[in-house]
């Protein structure tokens, strides 16, 4: 009987023992797979720079400027790659923009394809259809345009087509700048697009003096 007893007691000792064997497997097993998940989990690429940290649809964003609203912006997308190199913003989808004077009343006009604003430089870049109108209706066309806030400058190295009131059409090449409220402005080469009066009921074309236009 007695040897009954400690056979028994064996086998239990034994089960105990092949119960804690697979417990301390299974434990092992499961560490080795929640490491190699974490492992697969940080070897997956991210890339600042291609990688938006934010988006966001239908934005509609109010700006101010020294205590007052300046400027009103929409569009159908807002990424933001605050983890960038250089940290931007982007509007893929359509960009519109209103800048405002002290009275609320809207100044400048602008539109584009595509937008970015590069958050450290402070400077804005408008891609694809590029389309301005300032307070005294002159309309400014291009399909690229830059706007550094620090410098209060607007410029392009592309083609800028200016259309004013008065019907005067000015066309330049490139070295195009002017102050935010693009109300003056300058051309450095315009000496292959020439500057016209565009007549509704007359199809004659006039060439002014541009000398004020150019450098």
């Not at 509007?91 to 405002?100: A, R, S, V």
Request: proline residues 3%.
């Amino acid at each position: 009987m007695g040897l009954i007893v400690f056979n028994m007691v064996q086998s239990n000792r034994k089960s105990k023992l092949f119960v804690i064997t697979v417990f301390i497997s299974v434990v092992i097993f499961s560490f080795m797979s929640c490491k190699e998940e974490v492992k697969n989990t940080i070897d997956l690429a991210f890339d600042p720079e291609k990688i938006p940290t934010l988006n966001t649809d239908s934005v509609t964003m109010l700006i101010s400027d020294s205590g007052l609203i300046r400027y009103k912006m929409i569009s159908k997308t807002w990424e933001s790659f605050d983890k960038a190199k250089d940290p931007y913003q982007r509007f893929p989808d359509g960009f519109y923009g209103e800048q405002f004077d002290t009275t609320f009343a809207i100044v400048t006009t602008v539109k584009s394809d595509t937008a970015w604003y590069f958050t450290n430089r402070k400077v804005w870049k408008l891609k694809g259809n590029v389309f301005i109108r300032n307070k005294e209706e002159t309309s400014y066309t291009s399909d690229e345009l830059y706007w550094d806030q620090r410098k209060h400058l607007i410029y392009s190295d592309k083609y800028v087509e200016v259309k004013r009131p008065d019907k005067m059409t000015i066309k330049g090449t490139g070295g195009f700048e002017s102050n935010e409220q693009m109300t003056e402005y300058r051309f450095k080469n315009v000496k292959d697009s020439p500057i016209t009066y565009n007549e509704e009921n007359e199809g004659a074309t006039d060439t002014p003096n541009t000398e004020e236009k150019k450098e």
